[in-house]
Every structure is written in structure tokens, then in C-alpha cells.
């Protein structure tokens, strides 16, 4: 959420970044870049949509390079959530009060086209690898979920028909890339939601964009419209609360699997890797609370690595109303907050 309004870069963005590189993390995910001209999911997205934008990305692959970390770019279609020309997808599906236009299967080859070409523009400004977002109820997800998808032609009904898109964008950005480009992918794999994609069709999900030749599977729960309802929040304040999901693809794929949520301290990450239920641990709130996280952890500083506060949701509140990102559990930890206590 550090770009303008038009995507472009800013000096904050880009120092952002430049400290994520220089944490100690092993590689920088840029988030949620738009693979479209108007079809965002905030109103501060950094894009990927035209040449133009792709000075833009070359700056922030650098500053993550500049750490030592290597550089990933996630690019996005927001579906269901966009907001400038509004929520698309494969069915109508109601989400906000505000009803999804489907898009026709013209529409939908173009957008296969338009995720190879904003993929190829990160490959050119020097990104080590691509992450398709496939999570969140985002497009990609909602094409899978028996939920939102209700068509009845090649790209719904059966879980084949309801994978058939992701995989022809994991076909095209692979094709576009070369082979041996990684390409990862950000899998959705309980919405948790009534009526909603889950468990069993996750690990054959898995298995599919394994074929298709993903270099791993960073995996979730949850969407927009399961996150606040109350036994996900429950959930959700739960150390390492995705973590069970990991272990369910990690048993059906043979290609790194990604774990994130909530891993608040150093004890937890290890005991994730020792359990085998991930290959690779993802850091979030955790890295935006604490950018040292990582450095704490290696010099056996555990102590004080500053936590991420259970109930707390501006970071996400403040995107969500088009403004960047800010951390509000470090007021807690400054000595003008605890005066003001």
C-alpha cells in the first residue's frame, strides 16, 4: 500500500523493500501486483500492466538485491474484490452487496495473456522468480472454488473444468518465461466458508500445478469473506494457525510447500520444519512488526523479537480503505506509548 494512486514507485516504497532485503530473509515477496490497466484490489497497487511500470519494478528488485535476499514478484487479479472497474469473475456471486459481472471465455483467454505478459515484464526488470496469487478469493482462487464458480461450460462444473484457468495462466506465464524460470504460486486451500473450495480438492489441486511445473506452493486459508467472522478470528489468533494446511500439501506434492501464520517467534518456525508440515517458513505481520525478526533469531536474541499483537487489524483496515500499510503493535512497544498508558 506504499504506491501512488497511479502504481508508481515511492521513496517509502522503495526503502521498504530495501529493508525487507537486508532482514536476513532468504527471499522478498512483492505483493499483489496488477497484471491489468484498472483492476486492483487497493487503491495503492504497484503494476505490472505495461511497459512503462517496468523501471518501476527493476528499482525494487534492486533494493531487495542490495540485502543479499532474492527477489520475487506476485502478480494479481483481484476478481471478485477489484475496484476501479469493478468486481469480475466466473459467476455472479454476490460479495459486499456488490454483484460480480462473469466474464465471458474471451475475456478469460485475454487475462491468461495479460498475467504472461505483466510475468514477462518482471523477468526483464530483473525478479528472480514470479508468484501467482491464487489465494484470498482473489481471481484465480474463485475460478476453483465450487462457491463463486457456477458456469457450466470448459472453465466450471468439475474440479477439472473449475482448475482449467489457473492452469492455462501457469501454462502461458511458464511458456512466456522460459522452463526454467521458478514460477510459484500463493494456494488457496480452505476458504473457509459453507459451500466453499476445501479439503480433498486441495491436494489434488496441488498435485495439478505441481504437473504444471510450479516451483512451490506457498499455501493459506481463508478470503475477504471468511476472514472477520468469528471462529476464523479465533483461529487466526492462534500461533502457526496455517500450518496444518501446509502439512496436508506437503504430503501430496514433492515441491517446496511455503507455511505463514502468525510464527511469532523462532521455537515455532523449527518445530514447523522438524514436523515436516512445511519445507520453507513465510514471515508477514511478523517482518512489518519486527524488520530484525530475522537477525534476532540468528543471534539467539529470541527474547526480543516484538510480537505481532493477537486482535489487532490496522494493517489490513488501512489497505483496505486505500491508505499504506502501518503497524500499530509498535505503539505498544515505544516508551511514549507506555506514558500515554
Known sequence: GYATMEGRLTPYLVEHYRMMGASGLAMVVVESVAV????????RTIRAHDDEYIEDLKQLAQAIHEGGALACC??????????????????????????PRELTAPEIRELVLAY???????????FDMVELHGGTGYLLASFISPRTNQRTDAYGGSLEGRMRFPLEVLEATREALGQEFPVGYRFLVNEWLPGGFEPPEDQAVAQALERGGVAYLSVMGGTYESFFLPEVIERSAQDGYMSDLAGRIKQAVSVPVVTAGRITNPALAEKILDEDQADLVGLARMILTDPEWVQKAQDGREAEILECRTGCDVCVTQVMSGQGVVCACLLYTSDAADELT
Do not use: C, W, Y
Open 36 to 43: 491489468t490497466a484498472a483492476d486492483m484490489g487497493s487503491l
Open 74 to 99: 506476485q502478480i494479481n487479479h483481484p476478481g471478485r474484490f477489484a475496484l476501479l472497474s469493478g468486481p469480475v469473475g466466473p459467476s455472479p456471486v454476490e460479495v459486499s452487496g456488490m454483484m
Open 116 to 126: 504472461a505478459a505483466a510475468a514477462r515484464r518482471v523477468k526483464q526488470a530483473g
